[in-house]
């Protein structure tokens, strides 16, 4: 009981009290001493609730003033940050048709990383990213050539692009919250095969996506001839060996996008840009060095 008291400074007053209930004789002083010290117990009990209680206001305060710190980022100050990004590139039919007949929209899945260096609202964001495109029995021709010189092409092209996205931000709207805007260029290295193989109507013979593969030298119908040998999936020589099987990729991007900063360690964005071959959708997450 006399550490209640010594635990607020009233350890003089509690053996005062005590001194006063041995006043009132033996019977009524030992249900005086009982009430005195369960009073000081219930003083101390309740002072150190307040104590917690303040204690743990001022850590939840301490704690949302650690995460906000950052998210206004200051004048002159360099910031870092690594993460991963996603980017789901469009290259529409009508785009294709610019060079050739033929075609269908395509859609290639791209992953990648990024380190992002910030300072007074601008942002470098140097990426390796890989895109995965691909396509299957899709009939193409060249713009000049005539309906005989239908072909049936087979992609699987894997790209990885190196590059940097360069991003200015506009004032937040909110916490953490602004505009970015800005342009992104790299180069991509090119992996995979494509094959090609002459086709032949089965039905309309002015619908070449009903067409099929010829098995050979067969000519019908003015189809399956010998100009090229393009039969038994024949695989298209890279640029380096005098076909038109690209070595490498260009990544020409105007980007415009979403930047919230929700914590000094964590950025989220979205991202949409116009390329010279289509459009990408993308977003990304980064953990602030």
């Not at 917690?52 to 301490?62: I, P």
């Not at 990004?85 to 290639?108: H, T």
């Not at 003015?222 to 990544?251: K, M, Q, R």
Request: net charge negative.
């Amino acid at each position: 009981m006399e550490y209640c008291c010594v635990r607020w400074g009233a350890q003089g007053a509690f053996f005062q009290w005590l001194g006063l209930c041995e006043e009132m004789g033996p019977m009524k002083s030992r249900y005086c001493a009982m009430v005195v010290a369960g009073t000081a117990c219930l003083w101390a009990s309740t002072g150190l609730a307040q104590e917690a209680t303040a204690a743990s206001a001022g850590a939840d305060e301490a704690a949302i003033a650690d995460a906000m710190e950052g998210v206004t980022e200051a004048p002159g100050k360099q910031y870092l940050f690594l993460g991963v990004r996603y980017r789901n590139v469009i290259i529409p039919q009508f785009v294709q048709n610019l060079f050739a007949d033929g075609g269908e929209g395509l859609y290639a899945h791209t992953p990648g990383l990024e380190l992002g260096i910030r300072k007074d609202a601008f942002e470098y964001q140097i990426f390796a990213q890989l895109g995965m495109f691909s396509m299957e029995d899709v009939p193409y021709k060249g713009k000049s050539d005539g309906d005989d010189a239908w072909e049936l092409i087979d992609a699987s092209y894997k790209i990885l692009f190196l590059g940097s996205d360069f991003l200015w931000s506009t004032d937040d709207f909110a916490p953490g919250l602004s505009m970015t805007y800005g342009a992104g260029v790299g180069l991509g290295l090119v992996f995979g095969d494509l094959t090609r193989d002459q086709a032949q109507p089965t039905g309309d013979v002015g619908d070449p996506y009903t067409y099929e593969r010829c098995p050979g030298f067969i000519r019908t119908n003015g189809f399956c001839n010998t100009d090229n040998g393009h039969f038994d999936g024949y695989v298209e020589p890279s640029w380096a060996d005098g076909g038109s099987s690209p070595l490498i990729f260009p990544w020409i991007a105007g980007n415009i996008g979403l930047r919230y900063k929700a914590h000094r360690n964590f950025v989220a964005h979205l991202d949409f840009g116009i390329m010279a071959t289509g459009a990408f959708f993308g977003l990304g997450a980064q953990y602030g060095l």
